[in-house]
Each structure stands twice: as structure tokens, then as C-alpha cells.
């Protein structure tokens, strides 16, 4: 059995005033390329994952939030090639400002319910059903 890497990264699950989600499509270049995800990023040494989400939706769309914002909902554990994935998932309904974005990656409003016709990283489409029950 082979030993992989932990990797902690922390995703947000960023809410509009319609119950829409925003889903953030990865940019070529970038490993997972052209499939859609939740804001969020790799947690940094001596970072927590809320600090990690108010850094990542900063840089990469632009928005502000606090940690009081950021309500934990769930968690994705996945076995990638080279590393296993374990990501908290937060809801966050207060935030400043319009995503806008950063990165050079696509935007995009999503009903919980259409979510599936978004392509998504593999640890990433288990969470879909907690939102629906939640929104």
C-alpha cells in the first residue's frame, strides 16, 4: 500500500440573495482543467481553512468576507493519483463586493439543482446533494 501525501484545502460554497451557488470554472493550464468547483484554495502553514477562504475569495474573485460569515456544512474525503484530499466545505452568505474574476477562470451562478450540469472534480460532486437540502 502506498503512502499519499494529506493535502487540506478549504472550499466555499458562496451564496446569492436567489439561493444561487458559485462555481468557478478551472482555467486551462491548471491541473482538472475546464471542470467547474467551489472557490476555496490550499490551506498555507499556520493558516485555518477560514482564513484560507477570506485569503482565496480575495485573490481570486474579488470578494471580502469575515470568518463569522463562513458557516462549516460538510467535508469531502477523496483518493486522487498522487495524494489524498480532504476539504471542509463552508457556506457563506455575507460577503462584499461582486465576484469578479481574478484568475483568469470563468464565473458562473448555479441553482443547487443544475449543479450536476456542471462537470466537477470528482471530490467535489458529493457535495452537491447537502446543498440542495440546505438551499
Same mark, same amino acid.
Given at each position: 500500500?502506498?503512502?499519499?501525501?494529506?493535502?487540506?484545502?478549504?472550499?466555499?460554497?458562496?451564496?446569492?440573495?436567489? @439561493?444561487? &451557488?458559485?462555481?468557478?470554472?478551472? !482555467? %486551462?493550464?491548471?491541473?482538472?482543467?475546464? =471542470?467547474? *468547483?467551489?472557490? +476555496? @484554495?490550499? &490551506?498555507?502553514?499556520?493558516?485555518? !481553512? %477560514?482564513?484560507?477562504?477570506?485569503?482565496? =475569495?480575495? *485573490?481570486?474573485? +474579488?470578494?471580502?468576507?469575515?470568518?463569522?460569515?463562513?458557516?462549516?456544512?460538510?467535508?469531502?474525503?477523496?483518493?486522487? *493519483?498522487?495524494?489524498?484530499?480532504?476539504?471542509?466545505?463552508?457556506?457563506?452568505?455575507?460577503?462584499?463586493?461582486?465576484?469578479?474574476?481574478? *484568475?483568469?477562470?470563468?464565473?458562473?451562478?448555479?441553482?443547487?439543482?443544475?449543479?450536476?450540469?456542471?462537470?466537477?472534480?470528482?471530490?467535489?460532486?458529493?457535495?452537491?446533494?447537502?446543498?440542495?437540502?440546505?438551499?
Amino acid at each position: 500500500m502506498t503512502v499519499k501525501p494529506i493535502l487540506l484545502v478549504a472550499a466555499c460554497a458562496l451564496v446569492d440573495a436567489d @439561493g444561487r &451557488v458559485l462555481l468557478a470554472q478551472r !482555467p %486551462e493550464g491548471k491541473t482538472l482543467a475546464g =471542470l467547474w *468547483e467551489f472557490p +476555496g @484554495g490550499k &490551506v498555507e502553514p499556520g493558516e485555518t !481553512p %477560514e482564513e484560507t477562504l477570506i485569503r482565496e =475569495l480575495r *485573490e481570486e474573485i +474579488g470578494v471580502e468576507t469575515r470568518t463569522a460569515c463562513l458557516a462549516p456544512l460538510t467535508f469531502a474525503s477523496h483518493s486522487y *493519483e498522487s495524494f489524498h484530499l480532504l476539504m471542509p466545505l463552508f457556506v457563506c452568505r455575507r460577503f462584499s463586493g461582486v465576484p469578479m474574476p481574478q *484568475e483568469g477562470q470563468r464565473l458562473k451562478w448555479v441553482r443547487p439543482q443544475k449543479m450536476r450540469d456542471y462537470p466537477m472534480p470528482p471530490a467535489d460532486e458529493p457535495l452537491i446533494p447537502f446543498l440542495i437540502d440546505l438551499l
